[in-house]
């Protein structure tokens, strides 16, 4: 950051305050709600910069009426984005385990008096049942696989469930897009929903790890995706290509070729 956007932004901040309270976002998709963070931690948010990417892949992939999830939802920006492009008929699945963060999610709906957002204190894996999730300094990089040599970092249980068994109870309506952001986990996360990426091929926002490409690369493509790099749009046709960061996974009938 250049010393005169670290200066602009302290200003900012000064003049906002430091407290974490409800804010109007002013920018961005989610321009109008509200959200209950600190400017010196989340000053993104309110001038909708955060994510740009991930809000342009909303705006493009996402309709009126959808049904969407956002898998680690954390304290609930994303969510906000979602449901203000899936409108009053459509839904938004928010997924986040880790109890204190869960709760400013649910504030952050209640704040917007959203009825089309419905919030799970449960981390979608691999399998229903329960997990240790490591929760370091920073809470928002809660971990079900990173963490485990840091003193620092405060281990939980949390409930896991697996996103086919959610459907094929009935408990979930299919997605057309979901956004996955689970801190190292996402292979987990797309193997217990592998029948609902064949079966529905919804269009899939991943944030990938080291860890997880190992997984999700050959899963993805044995499912019929085309992988690109979500902040260029450049096609990823190979796994050394493959590396951490946003990537876009779109089924090969919605890739434009």
Not at 127 to 155: F, K, Q, T, Y
Not at 175 to 183: C, T
Not at 226 to 231: E, P, R, T, V, W
Request: net charge neutral; with cysteine.
């Amino acid at each position: 950051m250049s010393c005169w956007r670290r200066f602009t932004k302290s200003s900012i901040v000064l003049l906002l305050g430091h407290e974490r309270r409800p804010r109007t976002i002013w920018w961005g998709l989610a321009a109008g709600y509200r959200i209950c963070v600190s400017p010196r931690e989340n000053l993104g948010y309110l001038f909708g910069v955060a994510d740009i990417p991930l809000q342009r892949a909303i705006r493009e992939y996402v309709s009126h009426g959808d049904t969407v999830y956002d898998i680690g939802a954390n304290i609930g920006y994303v969510s906000l984005l979602l449901a203000k492009q899936v409108g009053s008929q459509g839904q938004v699945v928010a997924f986040e385990p880790v109890p204190q963060i869960f709760e400013l999610l649910q504030r952050n709906v209640e704040l917007n008096t959203l009825g089309n957002i419905t919030t799970l204190s449960v981390a979608a894996s691999n399998e229903s049942g329960e997990a240790a999730i490591r929760v370091p300094v920073s809470s928002s990089m809660s971990s079900l696989v990173w963490h485990r040599n840091d003193p620092s970092a405060i281990e939980l249980r949390i409930k896991t469930t697996a996103i086919d068994e959610l459907i094929k109870a009935g408990d979930l309506p299919l997605p057309a897009f979901v956004k996955i952001d689970v801190e190292g986990a996402e292979g987990l996360v797309l193997e217990g929903m592998r029948n609902t990426i064949a079966n529905r091929k919804p269009v899939l926002f991943l944030e990938c790890s080291d860890i997880g490409r190992q997984t999700t690369w050959p899963l993805l493509r044995n499912l019929g995706y085309q992988c690109q790099l979500a902040s260029t749009r450049k096609r990823v046709d190979t796994f050394d290509e493959y590396r951490h960061s946003d990537f876009l996974w779109l089924p090969r009938h919605n890739d434009g070729n």
